[in-house]
């Protein structure tokens, strides 16, 4: 188990640009989440698959944010056009389904900087 | 809407003193509860979790119980060390939005010798 696995950590780019960072889970999780985190608050719900299906999106997801999971294994976030207020932390999560609400096992993140 | 009020902080404290963090939320369904904590340039970590009212959860001196009639999960230790400063959040997992996670704002803990 080598846990949740974030790239790359740390990106910065100049705002109109496009981004792309990649999750990839703990192996055997099939429910995968995204989450993104400003400074100071709390994670916000994003995204989330089950196995390839992405089943909910946050109205946080403006259009300009697109995710996918192809074989539901790893997963891409892209933010196309960034604009300064996408700037924050970008997590991603994985846990397996089960009776129970399964615990979450969070990633890194991926530090963005919109100039 | 599903939300999560903790009490504000930083809480400053002094090594092995009494901690508690409260955390009162608003979920639909019957939610798991869940306290993670994020230590100073690191992401999320589990701390402890309840899944049903009247469990406790418990882990490295940290304690919470599931209070349902109040909606409630407060953590508590009883002796916090120097170690322990980091941001605690509270959240509770909403089963028929897939097990999203609604996060509070944190509570920043400040633990000093």
């Known amino acids: 188990d080598t846990g949740v696995s974030q790239n790359p950590r740390h990106k910065i780019t100049k705002r109109g640009q496009n981004v792309t960072f990649r999750c990839d889970p703990i192996s055997e999780h099939n429910r995968l989440y995204w989450y993104r985190q400003t400074l100071g608050q709390g994670p916000e719900f994003l995204t989330y698959?089950?196995?390839?299906?992405?089943?909910?999106k946050s109205r946080l997801l403006s259009d300009r944010f697109s995710a996918e999971r192809p074989k539901g294994s790893f997963s891409t976030l892209e933010i196309q056009r960034t604009e300064q207020g996408d700037s924050a932390m970008y997590l991603c999560?994985?846990?397996?389904?089960?009776?129970?609400?399964?615990?979450?096992?969070f990633g890194p993140g991926t530090r963005l900087l919109v100039l | 809407g599903d939300s999560v009020t903790q009490m504000e902080g930083p809480v400053t404290l002094s090594e092995e003193a009494f901690l508690t963090i409260n955390c009162t939320y608003t979920a639909t369904g019957y939610p798991s509860l869940f306290w993670y904590v994020q230590y100073p340039g690191e992401g999320l970590q589990l701390l402890l979790k309840a899944t049903k009212a009247d469990d406790k959860g418990s882990n490295k001196g940290f304690e919470a119980t599931y209070r349902k009639e109040t909606t409630s999960f407060h953590l508590e230790k009883g002796s916090v060390q120097v170690s322990d400063s980091a941001v605690y959040f509270c959240?509770?997992?909403?089963?028929?939005?897939?097990?999203?996670?609604?996060f509070g704002q944190g509570t920043e803990l400040s633990v000093k010798p």
């Open positions: 999560a994985s846990s397996t389904i089960g009776r129970a609400q399964e615990t979450q096992y």
């Open positions: 698959f089950q196995n390839e299906a992405q089943l909910e």
């Open positions: 959240a509770p997992s909403i089963y028929n939005q897939g097990g999203k996670l609604i």
